[in-house]
């Protein structure tokens, strides 16, 4: 166990941003003109949007807090016999924000108000470093894409960094921000407080149409213990809520090759490449039961139709025929294996050995994304939320990625797939006037991957060639370089494919103490972890020229300088459990003064497959030590390749390991914030 413990005293003239997931709060103290506190004040607070409306009374030392409220302007009202009733209007409540308002009532009637109105000072309570992005911002900035991600680097310390892994080469729901140099793949993903994070790349994969956004916010440090699991930014998109009004739009965006410039280094004659993006679609919301329920429902497509040109270098009619002008090789001694496959490879389009092919083909690309959320109040003391959100998008890419810098000859293309599916419930109940109860259930299945264009083509089968995978779900064309003569041949080497489901559960209580508001809860979550990954299962075989002078020569005669030919197909089905544990503590010492501390503890159950096949080196004891359950008893499918192990083996359950081969641990963190507040002018 590890324990962190830190203090840090901020002095800041911004509005307040706290623990809170998907709404906000405010609080504050009620106080006579004399500066006496004023109990037994009835707060009500009006959500302007929906005609919602939440009351509290003050307590014995004047505060009132207002808990789990729903972003969007309010309007509060403070109302005590024998006092003018008195009225803030116009108050913006953003995602995560802790508003600390303070009421001066004045001797009078109820019958005289004293409204105030325009932008009222917000204090900062919270030493966490965070941004909100704003649907102002959301809405009017210009997105080429439309991805909301871009408008993160409105944000200090924010940047969009360059692909090349395999993970930026799966980013179908965009490009992921790095926050304040940490990876982007350490972020932690939001989506109305619940997990839309890609387990097996940590990649964002429902990315919501910002016309079903409301604001989004990056935490970048200094978390409320309520967070963690990751080293770097949370970030928490809140999507819209339907009104009292019913309100819809429809869009279209488009881009055509007519509209752009012709590039000025391209060949005189030569055609601006063709281009078809369009992206549209529309959004309504409104209500069910007028100021109690409400729906909002969001579509999204995008079509990008263009055409991409490449050139290569690929082996000449002669040369295939096995004439190299020095010497030839006779058609009885060509490899009929070689023979099959250069019949799938494009002859060239120009003269020579070089750069002797250029190639059009069109890239398509489809996404289609679906949200509908539900809200519903009962009363003044529940308050339910539902949300359901898809994402289908599909990238056709006929010379393969280039995050991974492919340039494959035509015919040998991919195509990548990502499909998620999530639902979010949320019930928040209030127990009289200090307590308020939190539960959220979440749900998150994520599936597809990189696909080859001639997946289930078995040309091994086909042409006798052994040793490479016969599986119907990897078969294709083997890879063949020949030392940089020719562009590579052949299907990819490489190819991910997941099928990933979690469930969540987070239960939180928030008590009100006065000056101390207090926060608790447990987080649980469930892994089904299914990645596969049949690196050269087809086949990969490299020609140096060693045996005949020329690569390619070797190529043809079937002298292979390398080969190589992945064994299975990497394939896990795989579960973990985490439970993380939280208390916080927000105590306002003074009226310019508030103290934040934590305390979170983590355990993360090491991933272990159901079927034990995982295997390790035990480098003190020199030996190979195969997963296996209580009982020793090990995957059937290892048992084939324990007679070539170069190791002598164990099992783990020999060995004193558990399945998942690691040793189980948690981590505990502490925090405790002193945090000076300062009205904002």
Do not use: C
Request: overall charge neutral.
């Amino acid at each position: 166990m590890r324990l962190i413990l830190t203090a840090v005293l901020a002095v800041a003239l911004v509005d307040p941003l706290s623990a809170q997931t998907d709404t906000g709060e405010i609080s504050g103290v009620v106080r006579d003109t004399q500066g006496g506190v004023l109990p037994g004040v009835t707060i009500v607070a009006e959500h302007v949007e929906s005609g919602s409306r939440v009351e509290r009374v003050t307590d014995g030392e004047g505060r009132y807090f207002l808990a789990s409220l729903r972003t969007g302007t309010y309007t509060l009202t403070a109302e005590l016999p024998g006092f003018r009733r008195t009225i803030r209007s116009g108050l913006p409540l953003r995602l995560g924000q802790m508003l600390a308002l303070d009421f001066e009532m004045e001797a009078g009637g109820l019958t005289e108000e004293v409204v105030v109105t325009g932008e009222q000072p917000l204090l900062r309570t919270s030493a966490e470093i965070s941004d909100v992005i704003e649907n102002r911002q959301v809405v009017q900035v210009p997105l080429n894409g439309r991805n909301f991600l871009s408008l993160a680097q409105l944000s200090d310390g924010v940047v969009l960094p360059p692909g090349g892994t395999r993970g930026d080469a799966l980013q179908q729901a965009g490009p992921l921000p790095n926050v304040g140099g940490q990876r982007s793949g350490h972020n932690i993903y939001l989506l109305d407080g619940f997990k839309v994070t890609d387990e097996l790349f940590n990649n964002l994969v429902i990315n919501p149409s910002v016309e079903s956004i409301q604001e989004f916010k990056i935490q970048k440090s200094q978390y409320p213990a309520e967070f963690g699991g990751k080293a770097s930014a949370l970030i928490n998109v809140a999507t819209r809520a339907g009104t009292n009004e019913f309100r819809g739009n429809v869009f279209e965006f488009g881009r055509h090759d007519r509209f752009d410039a012709r590039n000025y280094f391209a060949p005189k004659g030569q055609r601006v490449p063709p281009l078809r993006q369009n992206q549209f679609g529309g959004t309504i919301g409104g209500p069910i039961v007028r100021n109690s329920t409400f729906f909002f429902a969001s579509y999204e497509g995008q079509r990008i139709r263009r055409t991409l040109t490449r050139t290569f270098s690929v082996p000449s009619a002669a040369v295939r025929a096995g004439d190299f002008g020095s010497f030839r090789i006779p058609s009885s001694q060509i490899d009929p294996i070689a023979i099959a496959f250069l019949q799938h490879v494009p002859l060239p389009t120009g003269a020579g050995e070089s750069q002797n092919l250029t190639a059009t083909e069109p890239q398509i690309n489809d996404v289609d994304q679906i949200s509908l959320r539900l809200d519903r109040r009962l009363a003044a003391a529940d308050q339910l939320f539902a949300r359901f959100s898809t994402f289908d998008a599909s990238d056709r890419q006929p010379f393969g990625t280039s995050a991974l810098q492919e340039t494959l000859v035509p015919g040998f293309g991919r195509e990548v797939r990502t499909s998620a599916r999530n639902i979010g419930i949320s019930h928040t109940h209030v127990f009289g006037s200090k307590v308020m109860n939190e539960m959220r259930a979440g749900w998150l299945r994520v599936t597809g991957g990189q696909v080859s264009a001639n997946r289930g083509i078995d040309f091994a089968g086909q042409v006798g060639l052994q040793g490479v995978t016969r599986d119907p779900r990897d078969t294709g064309f083997p890879q063949i370089s020949t030392a940089g003569l020719y562009s590579s041949m052949g299907d990819p080497t490489s190819f991910i494919y997941r099928r990933n489901e979690h469930y969540e559960l987070y239960e939180n209580v928030l008590v009100d103490r006065g000056a101390h508001h207090l926060k608790f809860g447990v987080y649980l979550f469930h892994l089904r972890f299914n990645p596969e990954q049949p690196d050269n299962a087809r086949g990969a075989f490299s020609y140096s020229g060693q045996f005949s002078g020329n690569p390619f020569a070797d190529f043809l005669l079937g002298y292979p300088a390398s080969a190589v030919s992945g064994i299975g197909r990497g394939s896990e089905d795989a579960r973990t459990n985490w439970m993380h544990l939280f208390a916080q503590d927000d105590w306002r010492m003074r009226s310019n003064l508030t103290v934040n501390a934590g305390l979170r503890y983590e355990y993360n159950q090491h991933m272990h497959d159901i079927d034990n096949r995982l295997s390790s080196v035990d480098i003190n004891g020199r030996r190979f030590v195969v997963a296996s359950d209580e009982s020793g008893r090990i995957s059937n499918e290892s048992r084939a390749l324990l007679g070539v192990m170069p190791l002598p083996y164990v099992t783990s359950s020999e060995a004193g390991w558990d399945r998942s081969l690691l040793r189980p641990g948690s981590f505990a963190s502490g925090s405790a914030h002193r945090v000076r507040t300062v009205a904002a002018q």
